[in-house]
């Protein structure tokens, strides 16, 4: 996916052969830990969802690429060049460093998530796939609905999976932050005021 400065994403992948992602809470709080490392660097995160199997984000991109200083590891802290890692690059560390701790955790081996992570931009809506809405609706407003009905469908997501009957009740979610139950630094409250998004 070729990411441009300025839109938004509902970006998703899940367990190679559905398989499950997180095996224990630690998990999750690992994963959110690299997500506040790669991610923040290029997007603001307006919500995002960790399941079982499987992940949500929904990101407005803010930077392309972002510089990064190289050492040559004989000198320390002596820069030599300056690369420029992409959100691309970003989001394939995340979840290459993320899928070894898994396997030095599980002992296993293969892969964990699926090959291609999907991402889909919610400001083109020519681009727009059914994937989060279930099937084409018309709307009347689509550079706002859209990026509305992928908000809602992420926080609600526990809820259809039946892991719980309320979105608040499940912790590995942006909704209490954006409820104003807990104080998450993951999200950009602003951003999302600035989209008129709601839960």
Same mark, same amino acid.
């Given at each position: 996916?070729?990411?441009?400065?300025?839109?938004?994403?509902?970006?998703?992948?899940?367990?190679?052969? %559905?398989?499950?992602? /997180? /095996?224990?809470?630690?998990?999750?709080?690992? /994963?959110?830990q690299k997500m506040k490392?790669?991610?923040?660097?290029?997007?603001?995160?307006l919500a995002w969802c960790l399941m079982p199997n499987h992940?949500?984000?929904?990101?407005?991109?803010?930077?392309?690429?972002?510089?990064?200083t190289a050492t040559d590891g004989v000198i320390p802290n002596h820069p030599v060049s300056k690369k420029t890692r992409n959100l691309n690059?970003?989001?394939?560390?995340?979840?290459?460093?993320?899928?070894?701790a898994i396997a030095n955790q599980e002992r296993r081996s293969g892969a964990l998530f699926?090959?291609?992570t999907k991402a889909e931009?919610?400001?083109?809506c020519d681009e727009i796939t059914p994937s989060f809405i279930g099937s084409y609706i018309k709307v009347s407003?689509?550079?706002?609905?859209?990026?509305?009905?992928?908000?809602?469908?992420?926080?609600?997501?526990?809820?259809?999976?039946k892991l719980v009957k309320n979105p608040e009740d499940w912790? /590995?979610?942006?909704?209490?932050?954006?409820?104003?139950? %807990?104080?998450?630094?993951?999200?950009n409250l602003q951003r999302i005021s600035e989209f008129e998004l709601t839960i």
């Open positions: 996916m070729q990411f441009e400065q300025g839109y938004i994403y509902h970006i998703y992948n899940q367990g190679n052969n %559905r398989q499950r992602i /997180f /095996f224990r809470e630690e998990n999750y709080t690992f /994963f959110l490392k790669y991610l923040l660097p290029y997007c603001d995160i992940f949500h984000w929904m990101v407005y991109v803010h930077s392309t690429g972002v510089d990064r690059d970003s989001i394939g560390i995340l979840l290459r460093s993320y899928s070894r699926r090959e291609a931009c919610l400001s083109l407003n689509p550079e706002k609905e859209y990026p509305q009905r992928c908000f809602h469908y992420i926080h609600y997501n526990p809820v259809r999976a912790k /590995f979610s942006s909704y209490q932050d954006v409820a104003g139950i %807990r104080n998450g630094q993951l999200i």
